[in-house]
């Protein structure tokens, strides 16, 4: 895949990084949550997933599933308390820190959201969408020069994608570099069809 990065393949391809099978006590209320989950059955796996954890306190993938669950029932706070668990398991699994900069984000813990995603850039110094979220951060606190920087590694890493370059053309704008602005406007038309999505949310962070 063109461009892949770490969240492609942890959310592109359903895989999470960390994952490992295991033979825990609680690996078949493991398996039955994932189950629920593919369903759709999102409260139901959230009760199987809490007694996995409860009989594999140490598993931290276990817990990074019951985190993301939390999340999409709404309880964000819960699910960055679980998540600070599954790094303090694994403090050097960049995926996990990624998440739990995503719900500091959400809990408006704006500088722990920035720590975490340093720390996860650090551990996957090649990814690129990491150096993008980290940019959207920092547009979202007004550390515009920091975002661009972000914004620029991410295009070294990712020199095709064509929404890496929208968003450090509409950077370069708020820094009044209009002319390199046009250079990455005119390289992402060349590339061809952006991320419209990816590029509209973090626009709606840029300073006015």
């Known amino acids: 895949m063109a461009n892949e990065t770490t969240y492609d393949r942890c959310n592109g391809s359903g895989?999470?990084?960390?994952?490992?099978?295991?033979?825990?006590?609680?690996?078949?209320?493991?398996?039955r949550a994932e189950v629920l989950?593919?369903?759709?059955?999102?409260?139901?796996?959230?009760?199987?997933?809490?007694?996995a954890v409860e009989l594999a306190p140490d598993d931290a993938y276990y817990r990074c599933r019951f985190a993301e669950t939390l999340q999409e029932l709404g309880h964000v706070e819960r699910?960055?308390?679980?998540?600070?668990?599954?790094?303090?398991?694994?403090p050097d699994n960049p995926y996990y820190c990624f998440r739990l900069a995503d719900l500091h984000a959400a809990c408006g813990r704006s500088a722990s959201a920035i720590r975490c995603l340093l720390r996860a850039t650090d551990l996957a110094p090649d990814d690129a969408f990491y150096?993008?979220?980290?940019?959207?951060?920092?547009?979202?606190?007004?550390?515009?020069?920091?975002?661009?920087?972000a914004f620029r590694t991410a295009i070294a890493l990712a020199p095709n994608n064509p929404?890496?370059?929208?968003?450090?053309?509409?950077?370069?704008v708020r820094l009044g570099a209009?002319?390199?602005?046009?250079?990455?406007?005119?390289?992402?038309?060349?590339?061809?069809?952006?991320?419209?999505?990816?590029?509209?949310?973090?626009?709606?962070?840029?300073?006015?």
């Open 178 to 208: 209009d002319r390199l602005a046009l250079e990455h406007y005119r390289r992402a038309g060349l590339l061809g069809d952006y991320d419209a999505a990816l590029v509209a949310r973090v626009r709606r962070l840029m300073p006015l």
């Open 37 to 51: 989950r593919r369903s759709g059955s999102a409260q139901e796996a959230l009760e199987a997933y809490q007694r």
């Open 163 to 172: 929404s890496y370059h929208c968003l450090l053309a509409d950077v370069c």
């Open 131 to 149: 150096r993008v979220r980290l940019g959207s951060l920092y547009l979202q606190v007004g550390r515009v020069q920091d975002a661009a920087e």
């Open 79 to 90: 699910a960055a308390a679980q998540m600070t668990i599954a790094c303090d398991i694994e």
């Open 15 to 31: 895989r999470r990084a960390g994952a490992k099978r295991t033979r825990h006590p609680g690996a078949s209320w493991f398996q």
